[in-house]
Structures are given as structure tokens and as C-alpha cells.
């Protein structure tokens, strides 16, 4: 099997020979994208005079192969997913996506030290270990959501500043993507019927725990990057008036976060569970944070509560440098 370097230039060789005819004239162009803690190898397709085009992942396309061994069915598969998103592209110039961008720019956070290359091409602002940065959104339906983050070049391109987006966005992500905040039984019951379990099974499953011991997942309505409910400081505020004590808040993914009572434990111990889920279940470009934050009621305030030495979400601690002293060998 072909290691990912040599699969790389093998797809930069083969790929058009297994698009449809009316592709064959384009060029192929391979960039590194930043995406959230990742850099991933994109493939597009150059068509002369047009400017759009779909990018899909090599990195993608190599996961697949290792998991069939077969070259062209990997070929064949990203082809078609490449064929199909060219049909996708709406037919409106790209300019008339961005009309009315005030109304479409919603909050995006991520972690800031797994991100610094990404961080430096878009506007933000720290929050935190995090940072909060910016996305367009094209489209809300059944099938997802289609956003395109706002980069430097594409914040001067639609006349913002970074103050700007982020006024813009604290009332637009509220509006477009409603936080939700649940309790994990009804989460875990939804699932239970979802699979078709009769809702009294359900029930005697999931048992009865008393709200202070119940962890609260806090999202929004889709789904999708709804850690950044987590921004939204009311809705902490009437869990943790619900509960009656502060909370901690566990990063579970970027895309929810889990609320939980103060009295449920030390914010380090909690911490060592973040670390571990994160390693283990949770995809890489999916963490947000291995800390633990602290929701004060009182002071209606949400500050880190741990301090963990991993920070980065890929595992990798950066070493210390060498130290050591040059001492005078000439005597």
C-alpha cells in the first residue's frame, strides 16, 4: 500500500483521467487549507476564465483508500463527489453571495494555540484559551449548513472590520442558530426512540437523577458548532439559577459543550475526563479545548477554571529547550 506522499502525486497524475469528459481541459491545483486544528491537502480544479471551484481532501480520499486497498474505486468515488459538487455551485455570481453579509455573519470558536497559522488569516478576537472568529452563512435547510469563514481579504472584500463582524454576528448567531441547552436524559431518551425503543423502555432506562447530578449538553438547534452557545450568557445564568450553585463547563466538541453542577466535582478531575474523551473519541478536527471553565452565577462570569499542561488537542507537547551552561574549557 501506497504510503500518503506517494498517493498524494499518484491522484495529482490519475485525477482527470476518471473525471467525465467536459473536465478533462481543467488544471489540477493542490494547496494546503487551514481548516479548524488541521491543515489538509485540498484539490481543485482551474477552469479558464471562472474563478469557483469545489475543493475536496486528499486526506480524505487517502482514508479511504486504506480502508477498500483499491486505487480506482478511491478514484472513481472522489470523481464523482468532485462531479457532483460542480453541479451544486449555485448559479449566481460569487459577489451576490456576500450581499447582505450583516445579516449572515455568525460566531465560529476554536482553540487558539492548535490554530495559530489559521488565526493569523482571519479576524478574531481571544476568548479564553479560545478564539472567536467569523463564518458567512449561505444556507439553513435538512441537509446542513453552508458557511464560508471570513478571512482577512474576504472581511475587506465585504467593508468590515473585525469590531464590526463581531456586533454583527452576536445578534445574527442567536437569531439563525437559537442555543439549546438539555438535559442529558432527554438527549440520551430522544436516542433511545430514534432506534425505536418503546418510550417506556426508554424511560426505565435513563431512571430518575436529580437535576444537580444531571449533566446539560448546550448547543443550538442544528447541531453544528454549537459551542458557541456557550457565548451566550443567559442561558448559563438561568441553568445555574435552576440548579442553584455555579457550574463547570466541559468542551466536549466544537460542536456542544456540557454544563455541570459545581458541586459534581473537582475542576482538575474534570479535566482529566476532557483530556481522556478528547483523545480517544473525539476527532481531532472536531476538540476544542482540554480545560475546564467556571460559570460564576454571582458575578454572572465565565473564566478558565484549569490550566491543563497538554494544551495543544493533537497530543503533542511542545519539549522545553536545552538548557545548559558553556563553561571555559581553556582552563
Known amino acids: 500500500m501506497m504510503n500518503y506522499e506517494i498517493f498524494k502525486e499518484v491522484v495529482k497524475e490519475k485525477f482527470l483521467d476518471y473525471m467525465p469528459e467536459k473536465f478533462k481541459g481543467m488544471e ?3 494547496a494546503p487549507v487551514e481548516k479548524v486544528n488541521v491543515t489538509f491537502d485540498g484539490l481543485s480544479l482551474r477552469e479558464a476564465g471562472k474563478n469557483v471551484s469545489p475543493t475536496i481532501y486528499i486526506n480524505d480520499m487517502y482514508k479511504r483508500y486504506e480502508n477498500c486497498g483499491d486505487l480506482e474505486e478511491t478514484l472513481m468515488s472522489a470523481c464523482d463527489t468532485m ?3 460542480y453541479e451544486e455551485i449555485p448559479p449566481i455570481s460569487v459577489d451576490s453571495l456576500y450581499e447582505g453579509a450583516n445579516e449572515k455573519v455568525v460566531f465560529q470558536i476554536i482553540n487558539t494555540e492548535q490554530n495559530k497559522s ?3 488569516q482571519v479576524p478574531h478576537r481571544e476568548f479564553q484559551d ?4 467569523y463564518r458567512l452563512v449561505m444556507k439553513v435547510d435538512a441537509d446542513g449548513v453552508q458557511s464560508t469563514k471570513v478571512t482577512n481579504e474576504l472581511a475587506e472584500r465585504i467593508g468590515m ?3 464590526q463582524l463581531f456586533k454583527y ?3 445574527n448567531t442567536r437569531r439563525i442558530f437559537p442555543p439549546t441547552v438539555r438535559s442529558m436524559n432527554d438527549v440520551m431518551r430522544d436516542m433511545f426512540l430514534k432506534d425505536g425503543m418503546p418510550p417506556e423502555m426508554a424511560d426505565m432506562m ?7 447530578q444531571t449533566m446539560w449538553v448546550i448547543s443550538n438547534k442544528t447541531g453544528v458548532n454549537g459551542a458557541v452557545s456557550m457565548l451566550y450568557e443567559n442561558e448559563l445564568h438561568d441553568l445555574a439559577e435552576n440548579l442553584e450553585s455555579d457550574l463547570y463547563i466541559l468542551p466536549s466538541s466544537v460542536h456542544e459543550v456540557i454544563a455541570v453542577s459545581s458541586d459534581m466535582g473537582s475542576p482538575e478531575e474534570l479535566a482529566e475526563m476532557v483530556v481522556q474523551v478528547n483523545m480517544e473519541a473525539v476527532d481531532l478536527d472536531e476538540r476544542l479545548s482540554n480545560q475546564v471553565y467556571h460559570y460564576d452565577k454571582d458575578l454572572r462570569k465565565l473564566t478558565l477554571a484549569t490550566d491543563t499542561p497538554n494544551k495543544r488537542l493533537d497530543g503533542i507537547v511542545a519539549e522545553s529547550p536545552l538548557v545548559y551552561d558553556a563553561k571555559d574549557k581553556s582552563r
Open 161 to 163: 472590520n473585525e469590531e
Open 83 to 85: 462531479a457532483q459538487a
Open 130 to 133: 479560545l478564539s472567536i472568529m
Open 28 to 30: 489540477i491545483a493542490i
Open 206 to 212: 435513563i431512571g430518575e437523577i436529580p437535576p444537580e
Open 169 to 171: 454576528a452576536a445578534e
Open 118 to 120: 489559521l488565526l493569523e
